[in-house]
Protein backbone atom coordinates (compact mmCIF):
# COMPACT_ATOMS: atom_id res chain seq x y z
CA UNK A 1 0.00 0.00 0.00
CA UNK A 2 1.59 3.28 -0.90
CA UNK A 3 0.12 7.19 -1.50
CA UNK A 4 1.07 8.86 -5.02
CA UNK A 5 0.80 12.95 -4.44
CA UNK A 6 0.09 14.75 -7.37
CA UNK A 7 2.93 18.12 -7.80
CA UNK A 8 0.12 20.29 -7.59
CA UNK A 9 -1.65 18.63 -4.56
CA UNK A 10 2.00 18.48 -2.45
CA UNK A 11 2.80 22.08 -3.53
CA UNK A 12 -0.63 23.28 -1.88
CA UNK A 13 0.19 21.37 1.37
CA UNK A 14 3.45 23.03 1.56
CA UNK A 15 2.09 26.55 0.82
CA UNK A 16 -0.33 26.36 3.49
CA UNK A 17 1.98 25.34 6.04
CA UNK A 18 4.38 27.76 5.32
CA UNK A 19 1.65 30.29 5.25
CA UNK A 20 0.68 29.13 8.61
CA UNK A 21 4.38 28.46 10.15
CA UNK A 22 3.52 29.18 13.54
CA UNK A 23 0.38 27.43 14.47
CA UNK A 24 -0.75 24.47 13.65
CA UNK A 25 -2.81 24.01 10.01
CA UNK A 26 -4.18 21.11 7.71
CA UNK A 27 -6.48 20.29 4.60
CA UNK A 28 -7.85 17.44 3.01
CA UNK A 29 -6.89 15.40 0.32
CA UNK A 30 -8.72 14.11 -2.68
CA UNK A 31 -8.01 11.49 -5.22
CA UNK A 32 -8.93 7.91 -5.47
CA UNK A 33 -8.27 4.63 -4.22
CA UNK A 34 -7.24 1.93 -6.81
CA UNK A 35 -5.36 -1.54 -6.72
CA UNK A 36 -3.45 -0.77 -2.63
CA UNK A 37 -2.42 2.77 -4.56
CA UNK A 38 -4.07 6.29 -3.26
CA UNK A 39 -3.71 8.96 -5.77
CA UNK A 40 -3.76 12.17 -4.35
CA UNK A 41 -4.64 14.94 -6.95
CA UNK A 42 -5.82 17.61 -5.00
CA UNK A 43 -4.95 18.74 -1.24
CA UNK A 44 -7.77 21.44 -0.38
CA UNK A 45 -6.97 24.11 2.09
CA UNK A 46 -8.49 24.28 5.53
CA UNK A 47 -10.40 27.87 4.71
CA UNK A 48 -10.09 31.37 6.47
CA UNK A 49 -12.54 30.94 9.18
CA UNK A 50 -10.23 27.85 10.62
CA UNK A 51 -9.10 28.41 14.13
CA UNK A 52 -5.21 28.43 13.99
CA UNK A 53 -3.17 28.16 17.04
CA UNK A 54 0.37 26.34 18.45
CA UNK A 55 -1.22 23.54 19.91
CA UNK A 56 -4.81 23.51 18.47
CA UNK A 57 -6.38 23.20 15.04
CA UNK A 58 -10.47 23.35 14.06
CA UNK A 59 -11.30 23.48 10.10
CA UNK A 60 -13.63 26.20 8.54
CA UNK A 61 -16.13 23.45 7.83
CA UNK A 62 -18.64 25.30 5.52
CA UNK A 63 -16.22 26.55 3.42
CA UNK A 64 -13.56 23.01 3.02
CA UNK A 65 -16.94 21.44 2.28
CA UNK A 66 -17.35 24.15 -0.59
CA UNK A 67 -14.86 23.41 -1.91
CA UNK A 68 -14.68 19.68 -1.92
CA UNK A 69 -17.76 19.67 -4.27
CA UNK A 70 -16.39 22.84 -6.05
CA UNK A 71 -12.71 21.26 -7.28
CA UNK A 72 -13.96 17.65 -7.62
CA UNK A 73 -16.49 18.52 -10.01
CA UNK A 74 -13.74 20.00 -12.37
CA UNK A 75 -12.14 16.24 -12.73
CA UNK A 76 -13.46 13.53 -15.55
CA UNK A 77 -14.59 11.06 -12.99
CA UNK A 78 -15.73 13.10 -9.57
CA UNK A 79 -12.65 13.02 -7.24
CA UNK A 80 -13.31 11.79 -3.86
CA UNK A 81 -12.92 12.36 -0.09
CA UNK A 82 -9.60 10.48 0.92
CA UNK A 83 -8.01 11.81 3.87
CA UNK A 84 -7.06 14.88 5.82
CA UNK A 85 -3.58 15.83 7.10
CA UNK A 86 -2.47 18.78 9.79
CA UNK A 87 0.47 20.26 11.28
CA UNK A 88 1.83 18.75 14.89
CA UNK A 89 4.25 21.22 17.17
CA UNK A 90 7.25 19.74 17.25
CA UNK A 91 8.18 16.22 16.38
CA UNK A 92 4.98 14.66 17.72
CA UNK A 93 4.05 12.28 15.10
CA UNK A 94 1.28 10.16 16.41
CA UNK A 95 -2.44 11.48 16.80
CA UNK A 96 -3.82 12.81 19.77
CA UNK A 97 -7.64 11.62 21.37
CA UNK A 98 -8.92 14.31 19.15
CA UNK A 99 -7.44 13.03 16.16
CA UNK A 100 -8.66 9.24 16.69
CA UNK A 101 -11.97 10.42 16.96
CA UNK A 102 -11.50 12.80 13.03
CA UNK A 103 -9.79 9.95 12.06
CA UNK A 104 -12.54 7.37 12.81
CA UNK A 105 -15.04 9.46 11.05
CA UNK A 106 -12.89 9.60 7.70
CA UNK A 107 -12.30 6.08 7.83
CA UNK A 108 -15.59 5.31 7.80
CA UNK A 109 -16.16 7.05 4.50
CA UNK A 110 -15.22 3.84 2.59
CA UNK A 111 -14.82 0.71 3.00
CA UNK A 112 -10.85 0.50 2.26
CA UNK A 113 -10.49 2.93 5.09
CA UNK A 114 -8.87 6.80 4.94
CA UNK A 115 -5.49 8.09 4.55
CA UNK A 116 -4.55 11.15 7.75
CA UNK A 117 -0.89 12.69 7.51
CA UNK A 118 0.83 14.57 10.27
CA UNK A 119 3.30 17.16 9.17
CA UNK A 120 6.32 18.37 11.26
CA UNK A 121 9.11 20.92 10.99
CA UNK A 122 12.07 19.35 13.29
CA UNK A 123 13.81 21.33 11.92
CA UNK A 124 13.26 20.52 8.29
CA UNK A 125 9.48 19.47 6.45
CA UNK A 126 8.46 16.08 7.56
CA UNK A 127 5.33 14.29 6.44
CA UNK A 128 4.13 11.40 8.15
CA UNK A 129 0.93 9.18 6.16
CA UNK A 130 -1.10 6.60 8.24
CA UNK A 131 -3.28 4.17 6.70
CA UNK A 132 -6.48 4.11 9.05
CA UNK A 133 -8.69 1.41 9.03
CA UNK A 134 -11.60 -0.17 11.15
CA UNK A 135 -11.57 -0.56 14.09
CA UNK A 136 -9.58 1.98 14.53
CA UNK A 137 -5.92 1.01 13.30
CA UNK A 138 -3.29 3.00 11.79
CA UNK A 139 -0.11 1.74 9.71
CA UNK A 140 2.29 3.81 8.53
CA UNK A 141 2.97 4.28 4.38
CA UNK A 142 5.19 5.20 2.24
CA UNK A 143 4.44 8.71 -0.25
CA UNK A 144 6.37 9.58 -3.83
CA UNK A 145 5.33 13.01 -5.67
CA UNK A 146 4.97 11.66 -9.40
CA UNK A 147 2.35 12.93 -12.11
CA UNK A 148 3.42 10.71 -14.07
CA UNK A 149 2.16 7.83 -12.23
CA UNK A 150 -1.50 9.03 -11.69
CA UNK A 151 -3.70 7.29 -14.18
CA UNK A 152 -5.18 9.58 -16.68
CA UNK A 153 -8.38 8.24 -15.73
CA UNK A 154 -8.42 9.82 -12.45
CA UNK A 155 -6.16 13.11 -13.40
CA UNK A 156 -8.27 13.95 -16.45
CA UNK A 157 -10.07 17.16 -16.20
CA UNK A 158 -13.41 17.60 -17.81
CA UNK A 159 -14.23 19.42 -21.21
CA UNK A 160 -15.38 23.02 -20.98
CA UNK A 161 -17.77 21.92 -24.07
CA UNK A 162 -19.32 19.51 -21.89
CA UNK A 163 -20.53 22.05 -19.15
CA UNK A 164 -20.90 24.99 -21.59
CA UNK A 165 -23.49 22.48 -23.56
CA UNK A 166 -25.50 21.93 -19.74
CA UNK A 167 -25.60 25.90 -19.22
CA UNK A 168 -26.98 26.10 -22.80
CA UNK A 169 -29.65 23.84 -21.71
CA UNK A 170 -30.52 24.88 -18.29
CA UNK A 171 -30.72 28.70 -19.42
CA UNK A 172 -33.37 27.51 -22.22
CA UNK A 173 -35.35 26.09 -19.92
CA UNK A 174 -35.48 29.21 -17.76
CA UNK A 175 -35.76 31.49 -20.60
CA UNK A 176 -38.94 29.29 -20.95
CA UNK A 177 -40.61 30.53 -18.28
CA UNK A 178 -40.53 34.40 -19.12
CA UNK A 179 -42.60 33.13 -21.86
CA UNK A 180 -45.32 31.07 -19.26
CA UNK A 181 -48.90 31.76 -20.42
CA UNK A 182 -50.70 32.88 -18.04
CA UNK A 183 -54.42 32.35 -19.62
CA UNK A 184 -54.88 29.65 -17.06
CA UNK A 185 -53.96 31.56 -13.42
CA UNK A 186 -57.54 31.27 -12.68
CA UNK A 187 -57.97 27.43 -13.34
CA UNK A 188 -58.84 25.31 -11.00
CA UNK A 189 -55.04 24.26 -10.13
CA UNK A 190 -54.66 28.03 -8.92
CA UNK A 191 -57.38 27.07 -5.56
CA UNK A 192 -54.89 23.82 -4.99
CA UNK A 193 -52.17 24.58 -2.61
CA UNK A 194 -49.37 23.29 -4.91
CA UNK A 195 -46.70 22.79 -1.90
CA UNK A 196 -49.07 20.97 0.22
CA UNK A 197 -50.41 19.10 -2.88
CA UNK A 198 -47.21 17.31 -3.58
CA UNK A 199 -45.95 16.69 -0.23
CA UNK A 200 -49.55 14.60 0.13
CA UNK A 201 -48.52 12.77 -2.70
CA UNK A 202 -44.79 11.99 -2.19
CA UNK A 203 -46.12 10.85 1.42
CA UNK A 204 -48.25 7.71 -0.79
CA UNK A 205 -45.84 6.72 -2.55
CA UNK A 206 -43.89 3.23 -2.23
CA UNK A 207 -39.88 3.35 -1.89
CA UNK A 208 -39.16 0.67 -0.17
CA UNK A 209 -37.17 -0.44 -3.02
CA UNK A 210 -35.32 2.82 -3.60
CA UNK A 211 -31.51 3.22 -2.15
CA UNK A 212 -30.66 6.47 -0.65
CA UNK A 213 -29.60 8.66 -3.41
CA UNK A 214 -25.68 8.99 -2.81
CA UNK A 215 -24.74 12.17 -4.82
CA UNK A 216 -20.75 10.16 -6.11
CA UNK A 217 -23.06 7.02 -6.55
CA UNK A 218 -23.07 8.29 -10.43
CA UNK A 219 -19.35 7.81 -12.05
CA UNK A 220 -18.88 11.26 -13.24
CA UNK A 221 -20.63 14.15 -13.71
CA UNK A 222 -24.48 13.79 -13.50
CA UNK A 223 -26.26 14.34 -17.02
CA UNK A 224 -27.93 17.25 -16.21
CA UNK A 225 -29.38 17.31 -20.49
CA UNK A 226 -30.93 14.01 -19.43
CA UNK A 227 -32.94 14.80 -16.39
CA UNK A 228 -34.31 17.77 -17.79
CA UNK A 229 -35.88 16.23 -20.54
CA UNK A 230 -37.71 13.90 -18.57
CA UNK A 231 -39.21 16.78 -16.57
CA UNK A 232 -40.40 18.65 -19.38
CA UNK A 233 -43.68 17.71 -18.73
CA UNK A 234 -43.64 18.91 -15.09
CA UNK A 235 -42.14 22.15 -16.48
CA UNK A 236 -44.60 22.94 -19.19
CA UNK A 237 -47.44 21.85 -16.92
CA UNK A 238 -45.79 24.68 -14.30
CA UNK A 239 -45.62 27.13 -16.85
CA UNK A 240 -49.29 27.00 -18.27
CA UNK A 241 -50.60 27.17 -14.84
CA UNK A 242 -48.84 30.05 -12.88
CA UNK A 243 -47.05 27.83 -10.71
CA UNK A 244 -42.86 29.76 -9.92
CA UNK A 245 -40.24 27.52 -10.14
CA UNK A 246 -36.46 28.14 -10.86
CA UNK A 247 -33.98 25.31 -11.20
CA UNK A 248 -29.85 25.40 -10.50
CA UNK A 249 -27.08 23.02 -9.84
CA UNK A 250 -26.37 22.37 -5.68
CA UNK A 251 -23.00 21.79 -4.00
CA UNK A 252 -23.67 18.31 -4.16
CA UNK A 253 -23.72 18.68 -7.59
CA UNK A 254 -27.45 17.77 -7.80
CA UNK A 255 -30.21 19.17 -9.85
CA UNK A 256 -32.01 21.45 -7.11
CA UNK A 257 -35.55 21.88 -8.10
CA UNK A 258 -37.25 25.10 -5.93
CA UNK A 259 -41.23 25.75 -6.57
CA UNK A 260 -42.96 28.67 -4.82
CA UNK A 261 -46.96 28.38 -3.96
CA UNK A 262 -47.44 32.26 -2.05
CA UNK A 263 -45.34 32.10 0.70
CA UNK A 264 -44.75 28.41 0.70
CA UNK A 265 -42.04 26.78 -1.06
CA UNK A 266 -40.24 23.19 -2.18
CA UNK A 267 -37.37 21.79 -3.06
CA UNK A 268 -36.38 18.68 -4.30
CA UNK A 269 -32.76 17.65 -5.69
CA UNK A 270 -32.43 15.35 -8.56
CA UNK A 271 -29.88 12.88 -9.10
CA UNK A 272 -28.98 9.78 -10.76
CA UNK A 273 -28.57 6.35 -9.03
CA UNK A 274 -26.11 3.69 -9.59
CA UNK A 275 -28.98 1.78 -12.42
CA UNK A 276 -28.69 5.21 -13.77
CA UNK A 277 -32.41 5.59 -13.15
CA UNK A 278 -33.66 9.35 -12.21
CA UNK A 279 -34.43 10.04 -8.51
CA UNK A 280 -34.72 12.79 -6.18
CA UNK A 281 -34.92 13.52 -2.36
CA UNK A 282 -37.53 15.56 -0.09
CA UNK A 283 -37.60 15.33 3.51
CA UNK A 284 -34.41 13.03 3.21
CA UNK A 285 -36.03 10.28 1.40
CA UNK A 286 -34.90 9.34 -1.90
CA UNK A 287 -38.00 8.75 -4.44
CA UNK A 288 -37.54 7.05 -8.15
CA UNK A 289 -38.76 10.01 -11.03
CA UNK A 290 -41.22 9.30 -13.30
CA UNK A 291 -42.00 11.41 -16.33
CA UNK A 292 -45.05 14.02 -15.48
CA UNK A 293 -44.75 12.56 -11.86
CA UNK A 294 -45.64 16.44 -10.49
CA UNK A 295 -48.29 17.08 -12.95
CA UNK A 296 -50.03 13.80 -12.30
CA UNK A 297 -49.72 14.80 -8.19
CA UNK A 298 -51.44 17.92 -8.80
CA UNK A 299 -53.87 16.25 -11.84
CA UNK A 300 -54.95 13.90 -8.99
CA UNK A 301 -55.66 16.48 -6.18
CA UNK A 302 -58.07 18.68 -8.64
CA UNK A 303 -59.69 15.48 -9.59
CA UNK A 304 -60.24 15.02 -5.74
CA UNK A 305 -61.13 18.19 -5.08
CA UNK A 306 -63.72 18.94 -7.99
Known amino acids: MEVVFSKRAMIALLVETREKIS ?3 GGVFLGKYESGVWYIVETIDPGPNSIFKPAYFEYDQEYVNHLINKVSRLYKNQLDLIGL ?3 HPGSMDTFSTTDDGTNIKYAQLADYGAIS ?3 NIDPDFRLTLYHISL ?4 EKITYSVDDERIPKSIAELREPF ?9 QKTLKRKQKTS ?7 TKRINVIKTIHEFLKKRTISDVKPLDAKGYDGELPIEEILELMEQDFNFFEENGIDYSISIGEAGLLNLSIQNDKDSLCLFFGMDKEKSV ?7 TYKYRRGLLLNA ?4 GRLTL
Not at 135 to 138: A, G, I, T, W
Open 23 to 25: TET
Open 85 to 87: WHR
Open 117 to 119: GLV
Open 135 to 138: PLKY
Open 162 to 170: EYSKQLGKI
Open 182 to 188: FASLFDK
Open 279 to 285: VFIYNEI
Open 298 to 301: IKEK
